[in-house]
């Protein structure tokens, strides 16, 4: 057994294709024999579709969510609600011993609000007590990218930088799986690996932008933080996943 553990974040596409999702989390369960597993999912595409069942317009700045308090109990009910009893349930079959959680859980993260997007935080470790206690009971923590503020009240955080936040309270070895395979260059081309110049170039130039450029800022916090590379990679070959934990390369490498 590694002692490192390993954060997948889960997002995109990936959340609504039940047979996609087992047959990546029966990965999981192959992976969890060899390191402490934690999970982290988004349901951007969910929260779209019940703000608009419930009336609500929405809109992004930036790759993140405006998230007006009013819409608060939405997006929490779609993120830490369905998404989240979803991906627990999906994980179970999977022998996985899934504890569903909000990143508040336990003091786990504490918030940065950015008062420009509304009830949006960004997350920030601060306390790995209960992640420990569950990793070493053999448990694997889900974590929805909800969190409370310090006047109790709900927050929505984009998944890539929840992920970030709980990879670094557990030091561990991140992967952000999304829908296209990694990194693409300007004519579409997988980057295999990105240090944070090359990043900064492919941002002023437009080719990386709004969900990517949060994954690319996410991975290159983590990354310096940890000083240990991120990976961004597509989850719609899950063999992938283990190629990687084998040191081939996969998707796109992102280094400090
Ligand atoms: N240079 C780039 N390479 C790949 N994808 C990019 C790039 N720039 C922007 N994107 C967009 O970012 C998306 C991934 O971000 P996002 O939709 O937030 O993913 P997820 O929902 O998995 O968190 C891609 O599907 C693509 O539309
Ligand atoms: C603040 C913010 O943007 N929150 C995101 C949280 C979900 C998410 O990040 O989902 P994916 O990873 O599937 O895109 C949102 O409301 O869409």
Not at 235 to 238: A, F, N, V
């Given at each position: 057994m590694n002692n490192t553990p390993l954060v997948l974040k889960m997002g995109g596409r990936l959340l609504q294709d039940d047979s996609a999702l087992d047959a990546l989390l029966a990965v999981c369960a192959e992976l969890k024999q060899q390191y402490p597993l934690v999970l982290v999912h988004g349901g951007g595409d969910q929260v779209d579709q019940w703000l608009a069942k419930f009336g609500f317009h929405t809109e992004k700045l930036d790759g993140q969510r405006i998230s007006p308090a009013e819409q608060m109990p939405v997006i929490a009910g779609a993120l830490a609600g369905a998404v989240n009893a979803h991906m627990v349930a999906r994980a179970s079959l999977q022998g996985l011993k899934p504890v569903g959680l909000t990143l508040s859980a336990g003091n786990s993260c504490r918030f940065e609000l950015n008062p420009k997007l509304g009830a949006v935080g960004v997350a920030k470790p601060q306390d790995g007590t209960l992640l420990q206690n569950l990793l070493s009971a053999g448990f694997t923590p889900v974590f929805s990218s909800v969190g409370h503020g310090e006047q109790g009240q709900l927050l929505n955080v984009n998944a890539d930088l929840a992920a970030a936040a709980i990879c670094q309270l557990v030091q561990g070895q991140l992967v952000l799986l999304t829908d296209v395979p990694g990194i693409l260059d300007g004519e579409g081309k997988l980057i295999n690996e990105l240090n944070s110049r090359q990043a900064a170039e492919l941002v002023s130039q437009g080719i990386i932008k709004g969900g990517m450029k949060v994954k690319l800022d996410a991975a290159l916090d983590t990354a310096q933080a940890l000083r240990r590379s991120i990976t961004v990679a597509g989850?719609?070959?899950?063999q992938d996943l283990l190629n990687l934990m084998r040191q081939q390369a996969v998707g796109t490498r992102i280094v400090c």
């Open positions: 989850w719609q070959h899950p």
